[in-house]
Nanobody, 123 residues
Framework: VQLVESGGGSALAGGSLRLSCAAS????????MAWFRQAPGKEREGVAA???????TYTYAVAGRSTISKDNVKNTLYLQMNSLKPEDIAMYYC???????????????????WGQGTQVTVS
């Protein structure tokens, strides 16, 4: 299983970024996934999660300005982030686990597979 994130970069406060996570050796249509982030000196925290059917969950810090989604044909997970804030600065990681699940999880131990991360900077 390989998860490859992209789409990070620098954005102005109030701007937008769309993160992508391309999966190989794993089917986004039959598993459950999430986005996490880790700022320097802080623990990794769950940002948004999506269950197998596509139902989302968001942490309070990004709710209302972020959207997690997946494209089963492209086998890719996305995180659209709007109204970016300096506190969004972090390395963003894609996480996944196999199996059908109708729940969402924002805890690291729920996921077996992880990407290498993509950096988001807001100025």
């Amino acid at each position: 299983v390989q998860l490859v994130e992209s789409g990070g970069g620098s954005a102005l406060a109030g701007g937008s970024l769309r993160l992508s996570c391309a999966a190989s050796g794993y089917s986004v249509s039959t598993g459950y996934m999430a986005w996490f982030r880790q700022a320097p000196g802080k623990e990794r925290e769950g940002v948004a999660a999506i269950d197998t059917a596509g139902a989302p969950t968001y942490t309070y810090a990004v709710a209302g300005r972020s959207t997690i989604s997946k494209d089963n044909v492209k086998n890719t997970l996305y995180l659209q982030m709007n109204s970016l804030k300096p506190e969004d600065i972090a390395m963003y990681y894609c996480a996944a686990n196999q199996g059908w699940c109708n729940r969402t999880f924002l805890v690291t131990y729920a996921y077996k597979y992880w990407g290498q991360g993509t950096q988001v900077t807001v100025s």
